[in-house]
């Protein structure tokens, strides 16, 4: 059964930095598309970054424009998202996604991932 545990929500200010983390456990996929998912208060939720391992393809939503990173430490089976530059639009709650299927055409579909964790929050104050 496949875990997956976030942590590193916070709540900063406009124009800081935060990094969080999901420690994957139990997969025993050749390659895994985790993403960033987020959601915030009222609203659906929406896919904020991808990564594929094995060829460590990245994705992002436009809207990202550069301000957030995800990667992974392959030794720790652990998967960043670095956000910088945060606005207050950002607040939301952030959960991380892992699913067997291809990055490429369903990292952006909630639907197409079957575990998730249990979400970490992020608060952004201006």
């Known amino acids: 059964q496949v875990q997956l545990v976030e942590s590193g929500g916070a709540s900063v200010q406009a124009g800081g930095s935060l990094r969080l983390s999901c420690v994957a456990s139990g997969t025993t996929w050749r390659r895994v598309c985790v993403v960033w998912f987020r959601q915030p208060p009222g609203k659906e939720r929406e896919a904020v970054a991808g990564?594929?391992?094995?060829?460590?393809?990245?994705y992002y939503h436009d809207s990202m424009n550069g301000r957030f990173t995800i990667s992974q430490d392959t030794a720790k089976n652990t998967y960043y998202l670095q956000m910088d530059s945060l606005k207050p639009e950002d607040n939301a709650m952030y959960y991380c996604a892992a699913s067997g299927l291809s990055c490429l055409n369903n990292w952006r579909i909630p639907q197409r991932f079957d575990f998730w964790g249990q979400g970490t929050q992020v608060t952004v104050s201006s």
């Open positions: 990564i594929r391992t094995g060829g460590l393809d990245t």
